[in-house]
């Protein structure tokens, strides 16, 4: 939200009633596919249903509902002291789908799964 409001104007309610009506507009479910088509950011407050009954390219629409499907299926993430074993997990596991090729989003997230399981078990 750094766009639209910071700690400098919170002495200032007209800045921050502005920057609330932003925000408002920014998340606003009228404007997720413009949104969207402009950033690559999906809405949580919009369904994959909206987003398919859109004239957004199917693999988009493919995309977004998988994305949205995945935060259904997925554990919380966990809390780390450093970012840095988090991303070269992330890197790693998406590099080894070359050679494993993933029949689809579902194995897909297993190979990230599997990879993330055998990191926090290294952490213990």
Excluded: C
Aim: aromatic share 10%.
């Amino acid at each position: 939200w750094g766009l639209a409001i910071n700690p400098r104007i919170e002495e200032d309610p007209a800045k921050v009633a502005l920057a609330e009506a932003m925000i408002g507009e920014i998340v606003n479910p009228d404007y997720a596919v413009d949104l969207f088509k402009a950033t690559g950011k999906i809405l949580e407050n919009v369904t994959a249903d909206a987003y398919a009954a859109s004239d957004l390219d199917e693999i988009d629409k493919k995309v977004i509902e998988a994305v949205i499907d995945s935060f259904h299926v997925s554990p919380g993430r966990p809390l780390f002291q450093e970012f840095g074993p988090v991303w070269d997990t992330w890197k790693n596991a998406v590099l080894s789908w070359n050679s494993v090729v993933p029949a689809g989003a579902e194995e897909a997230y297993q190979q990230l799964k599997a990879s993330f399981d055998a990191m926090m078990a290294d952490l213990r």
